[in-house]
């Protein structure tokens, strides 16, 4: 039982680590002439061919995939392809606090989808994810909060389809984790596809950066990893309390503050801090709903 609870944990520290650090080698293969459409394409490709491959047992549900598993596969799917674009084009701690605005979301679908009434709590969580929210994206000459670029209009919907997904995921409970994994991977698959024929640049970006081995490389590594990701995560969140896992998983901001200083020279000011800190402070309030 101890193993199982430090494995669990480790899963969710791993977790963080990970998605704390992915924009980078994403941003390398931008560099390298992969779209970031195209670049999620392939990466999530490697993550669906090798969870078929380990996980092909379990699979016939995909096969005539029930209205569930669609609805997941397609939320899941635009979460990631937006969360790799806004990490990629927008500002690294702007884009992944707006991502964080997800408790908010899932206390609204919740309530819609499952009848799950936010009580005292939820209305505190609303109240610091749209207070953290506003402070953030306020500019004085516009007189509105809203988010002031693309990357962070696909952060926030990001966070916005990743707690649909949840909340669809908590509703198919007739379906294994892997079956829901393996239809998250094939939803960002589809989901980029599409996205890839509407850009025109996108195959004449991948044919010139295809050629080089090194790319190839971490295509693969990283669709491996995205894997290994997932099911480390998906680990921890069966074992370790919601409102323990929240606090770990929240070390991904961290994470990805320090990388973003030292990699890319990024900066935020003080309303983004305070307004990154209420949303923070709204996550982990989250973690006492699941607990109650």
Not at 73 to 81: D, E, I, K
Not at 152 to 161: A, K, M, Q
Not at 217 to 235: D, F, P, R, S, Y
């Amino acid at each position: 039982m101890v193993t199982d609870r430090a494995s669990a944990i480790a899963g969710l520290v791993t977790g963080a680590l990970v998605w704390g650090l992915i924009w980078y080698p994403f941003r390398v293969l931008e560099q390298a002439g992969i779209s970031g459409v195209f670049a999620t394409l392939t990466t999530y490709a490697v993550a669906l061919a090798v969870a078929v491959l380990l996980f092909r047992r379990e699979l016939m549900p995909l096969l005539k995939p029930d209205r569930s598993l669609l609805l997941i596969a397609a939320s899941a799917g635009w979460c990631n392809l937006a969360y790799v674009l806004g990490m990629i084009h927008g500002q690294v701690m702007q884009v992944l606090l707006l991502f964080y605005l997800a408790p908010l979301w899932t206390l609204l679908f919740a309530r819609a989808m499952l009848d799950e009434r936010p009580g005292a709590v939820g209305v505190l969580v609303i109240a610091l994810s749209l207070g953290g929210a506003a402070l953030m994206l306020w500019e004085p000459h516009l007189h509105l909060p809203i988010p002031r670029s693309a990357p962070e209009w696909l952060g926030l919907s990001s966070g916005f389809t990743f707690a649909l997904s949840n909340v669809l995921s908590r509703r198919a409970r007739h379906h294994s984790v892997r079956v829901k994994s393996t239809a998250v991977f094939a939803g960002v698959v589809l989901v980029a596809l599409l996205v890839a024929v509407l850009d025109l640049r996108a195959p004449s970006q991948w044919t010139a950066a295809g050629l080089s081995a090194p790319v190839v490389t971490l295509v693969v590594t990283l669709g491996v990893v995205l894997l290994a990701t997932n099911v480390a995560v998906q680990h921890g969140l069966a074992v370790v309390a919601a409102n323990q896992a929240i606090v770990i998983m929240l070390s991904e901001l961290l994470v990805a503050a320090v990388s973003a200083t030292l990699l890319a020279g990024e900066a935020m000011r003080w309303n983004e801090w305070a307004g990154g800190g209420m949303i923070v402070a709204a996550s982990l309030l989250s973690g006492r709903l699941e607990r109650g």
